[in-house]
């Protein structure tokens, strides 16, 4: 695929999908909160994405954790939408949910027909990844691990996040940069694959025991 500049202004001269498309996925973009999710969907989105970001009042400083986050002014309140279209036959439908706490019962309505969901985790905040972790285990959503790279993020090997995850050593953790299009590409790829795969291995199962 080719790249794009990662920003609201993303966006194909054609906002109808192909008569080829024969699969639609509902994908989730999750994370803890300004780990860069609507970013994500920015940069990979080939509509203009749907954004419903708020400006930060002092009211909501009072009960969100916005530590490490000086520079974020603004907030999804509600989700983040975006289109993908892998190849002729499937497109991604990207939903981006809200990263705070107080927002956890919208986004687990939001899993509802989900295929899967990609988390964003930043080295800086790690532990902030185990309660969105926690929730999509807790609904059975499969999921892969992305590693947003912020530029003044402290560099740590795959084998030591995985560990400091306790992610199951076939769930994907790769590094992402949500600001580019062709690496979130690749991260969102690697979620398919995934999905894909364990389709594949629940389909076998089941005529193992026809």
Known sequence: MGSAPASEDVASGDVH??????TAAKILVVGHFAVGKTTFVGALSEIRPLRTEEVMTEAGALVDDLAGTKAKTTTTVALDFGRLTLNDSLV???????????????????TRGALGALVLADTRRLGQSFDVMGVLEELGLPYAVALNEFDDAPGHDLA?????????????????????????????IALVEYLLNRTSDTSDSELEHV
Do not use: K, N
């Open 92 to 110: 991604l439908y990207l939903f981006g949910t809200p990263g705070q706490q107080r927002f956890t019962q919208l986004w687990q309505d939001m």
């Open 17 to 22: 999908l192909p008569s080829s498309v024969q």
């Open 160 to 188: 030591e996040i995985r560990e400091a995850l306790d992610l199951l050593p076939e769930t994907p953790l790769v590094r992402c940069d949500a600001r580019d299009r062709i690496s979130s590409t690749h991260a969102l």
